[in-house]
């Protein structure tokens, strides 16, 4: 089935056969990687596939996005790390519950680096910075005391820069290189600013990761798998192909419009979707997600000419702007995630429907240049 709106894992997940026995390995070398790909590209969903996939896997999942200060980030860390010695919410009980955590912290042979954690955690004057690092060593502690390794998804990192100063990653790199029971996993979806943490040799964590750059989905594989899942139904979707095509692989949103094609049938007993009935579920997807579309050329209002060259681009024209405010425009878009770079002078929008909504007169996206086959 198709679906949509969270991480999808098990036997609702549409394998990248490319991609998957590379992920793998990585994992069961503990070897630490990161992969980089636009929001909506599933980063999130391939990953908790595989770790959810093998019960012998010990992991944790943070989201930086979610956190608003580097202090939360430690907190969220910290908490993880003890519920894998079986104690949870250990920061709520060291201000609610001591007896009972002091004597389960004895059991498990955690006291000392509790006894460190619980001194910090009531500084009045923390250094934050020092805590999240300090977080980072309990989850490898308590990996050590258990002897396991523990897999380590940080998803949306380079927020962390929105969250610290720019010092957190020497900071960072230096504590976790020396984490042998670990295997760190991050994901970001700026990916400029992911390739600047992870790529360039003055970076602090240049060399630390394996680098994935997550590409659209496959779009034979989700055809054959699509057309699998429609067969069942007895259901014939005309130029299906050609849609995955003209959605370029672009994952969630060639799922949503597969799901919505999918419910229309089963709701009302259709066996054939013909090219008109495809269109019209195109449109309405597309309109569907137009709050987000909104989202993003909001974001793009926020800096000067930035809509105008993302209009251009979208519409292969040239933009009127001198070759270094284009530039510095370029560079902007890219670090908010919009476009992407694919040779010299030449860039792509990362979101597909955003991309055919800036091509439409008047935004009217009833208008699209959708071939019927």
């Given at each position: 089935?198709?679906?949509?709106?969270?991480?999808?894992?098990?036997?609702?997940?549409?394998?990248?056969?490319?991609?998957?026995?590379?992920?793998?390995?990585?994992?069961?070398?503990?070897?630490?990687?990161?992969?980089?790909?636009?929001?909506?590209?599933?980063?999130?969903?391939?990953?908790?596939?595989?770790?959810?996939?093998?019960?012998?896997?010990?992991?944790?999942?943070?989201?930086?996005?979610?956190?608003?200060?580097?202090?939360?980030?430690?907190?969220?860390?910290?908490?993880?790390?003890?519920?894998?010695?079986?104690?949870?919410?250990?920061?709520?009980?060291?201000?609610?519950?001591?007896?009972?955590?002091?004597?389960?912290?004895?059991?498990?042979?955690?006291?000392?680096?509790?006894?460190?954690?619980?001194?910090?955690?009531?500084?009045?004057?923390?250094?934050?910075?020092?805590?999240?690092?300090?977080?980072?060593?309990?989850?490898?502690?308590?990996?050590?005391?258990k002897n396991i390794n523990i897999k380590f998804v940080?998803?949306?990192?380079?927020?962390?820069?929105?969250?610290?100063?720019?010092?957190?990653?020497?900071?960072?790199?230096?504590?976790?290189?020396?984490?042998?029971?670990?295997?760190?996993?991050?994901?970001?979806?700026?990916?400029?600013?992911?390739?600047?943490?992870f790529e360039k040799k003055s970076s602090a964590f240049?060399?630390?990761?394996?680098?994935?750059?997550?590409?659209?989905?496959?779009?034979?594989?989700?055809?054959?798998?699509?057309?699998?899942?429609?067969?069942?139904?007895?259901?014939?979707?005309?130029?299906?192909?050609?849609?995955?095509?003209?959605?370029?692989?672009?994952?969630?949103?060639?799922?949503?419009?597969?799901?919505?094609?999918?419910?229309?049938?089963?709701?009302?007993?259709?066996?054939?979707?013909?090219?008109?009935?495809?269109?019209?579920?195109?449109?309405?997807?597309?309109?569907?997600?137009?709050?987000?579309?909104?989202?993003?050329?909001?974001?793009?209002?926020?800096?000067?000419?930035?809509?105008?060259?993302?209009?251009?681009?979208?519409?292969?024209?040239?933009?009127?702007?001198?070759?270094?405010?284009?530039?510095?425009?370029?560079?902007?878009?890219?670090?908010?995630?919009?476009?992407?770079?694919?040779?010299?002078?030449?860039?792509?929008?990362?979101?597909?429907?955003?991309?055919?909504?800036?091509?439409?007169?008047?935004?009217?996206?009833?208008?699209?240049?959708?071939?019927?086959?």
């Amino acid at each position: 089935m198709f679906k949509t709106g969270k991480p999808v894992t098990s036997k609702d997940f549409i394998d990248r056969k490319k991609h998957l026995p590379l992920f793998k390995t990585y994992i069961e070398e503990n070897q630490s990687f990161m992969i980089k790909a636009p929001r909506r590209f599933g980063k999130t969903s391939i990953i908790k596939h595989l770790l959810e996939s093998n019960p012998s896997y010990e992991f944790v999942y943070i989201d930086i996005k979610r956190v608003s200060t580097i202090k939360s980030l430690a907190n969220n860390i910290i908490n993880e790390a003890y519920k894998i010695s079986a104690i949870d919410n250990f920061l709520y009980k060291v201000k609610n519950s001591m007896f009972d955590l002091l004597k389960s912290l004895q059991k498990f042979k955690i006291d000392n680096i509790a006894e460190i954690t619980i001194k910090m955690y009531e500084k009045d004057d923390i250094d934050e910075v020092e805590y999240f690092l300090h977080s980072l060593d309990v989850m490898n502690t308590i990996a050590i005391k258990k002897n396991i390794n523990i897999k380590f998804v940080l998803d949306e990192f380079q927020d962390i820069l929105k969250i610290s100063s720019n010092d957190v990653l020497d900071k960072s790199r230096s504590v976790m290189q020396h984490h042998k029971n670990i295997t760190y996993i991050f994901l970001g979806s700026i990916e400029t600013i992911m390739t600047k943490i992870f790529e360039k040799k003055s970076s602090a964590f240049f060399h630390f990761a394996s680098i994935v750059d997550l590409p659209p989905l496959d779009i034979d594989e989700l055809y054959i798998y699509s057309k699998r899942v429609f067969d069942k139904k007895s259901i014939k979707v005309h130029s299906l192909r050609y849609l995955l095509e003209y959605l370029g692989g672009h994952p969630d949103y060639s799922l949503q419009v597969l799901q919505k094609l999918y419910f229309i049938s089963i709701a009302n007993n259709i066996k054939e979707l013909k090219e008109k009935d495809v269109y019209t579920v195109l449109i309405e997807v597309i309109q569907s997600n137009q709050a987000y579309i909104d989202e993003l050329i909001s974001k793009a209002k926020q800096k000067k000419h930035s809509l105008d060259v993302l209009y251009s681009i979208a519409n292969n024209e040239k933009s009127k702007l001198d070759s270094k405010s284009l530039y510095n425009v370029h560079c902007s878009l890219e670090d908010m995630g919009l476009i992407k770079k694919i040779a010299l002078g030449e860039y792509i929008i990362n979101d597909i429907f955003l991309k055919l909504y800036l091509r439409q007169k008047n935004n009217d996206v009833e208008l699209l240049d959708y071939e019927y086959r």
